[in-house]
C-alpha cells in the first residue's frame, strides 16, 4: 500500500510527540518505531525527521540532550515537555473528530466499501 505523502506529513507531529510522551528517544530510534508500528508502510528518511524535530524544539515542544551511551556513539535525545504534551493533547483531539467524521461518512454512504470494490 501507499500512503500519501501529504498524509504522511500531517501525521508526522502527532506521531512524533506520541513516542516522545511514551519516553525520551533519539531520531534513528523514532525512524525504527514508526516503520514497526505501521507495520513497514510509513517509511521515514532522516531528511524529513529531524527538520521536523527542530520546528518540535523551537515551538518548544521537545527538548534535547547529547549524551554517550558506555557502548556506542554519541546521540541527541529528544524529551517531550508540557508544551509538548497540550499540543499532543490538541492534536489527538483534531485527529480523533477527522478518523470520526470519516468513518460516519464511510458507513453511512458505503463510500468505503464502494471504493473498496472499485480497486
Known amino acids: 500500500m501507499h500512503i500519501d505523502k501529504d498524509l504522511v506529513a500531517a501525521s508526522a507531529t502527532p506521531l512524533v510527540l506520541a513516542l516522545l510522551a511514551g519516553g525520551e528517544s533519539y531520531g534513528y530510534e523514532i525512524l525504527k518505531r514508526v516503520r514497526e508500528l505501521s507495520g513497514g508502510e510509513i517509511e521515514w528518511t532522516d531528511g ?6 527542530h520546528r ?52 453511512g454512504s458505503g463510500g468505503l466499501m464502494s471504493a473498496l470494490g472499485e480497486a
Open 48 to 53: 524529513m525527521l529531524y527538520p521536523l524535530l
Open 56 to 107: 518540535l524544539r523551537r515551538l518548544g515542544y521537545v527538548t534535547t540532550e547529547w549524551r554517550t551511551p558506555p557502548q556506542g556513539r554519541r546521540r541527541k535525545y529528544y524529551s517531550i515537555t508540557d508544551e509538548g504534551r497540550a499540543a499532543l493533547a490538541e492534536q489527538q483531539r483534531q485527529w480523533m473528530t477527522v478518523a470520526q467524521a470519516l468513518g460516519d461518512v464511510w458507513r
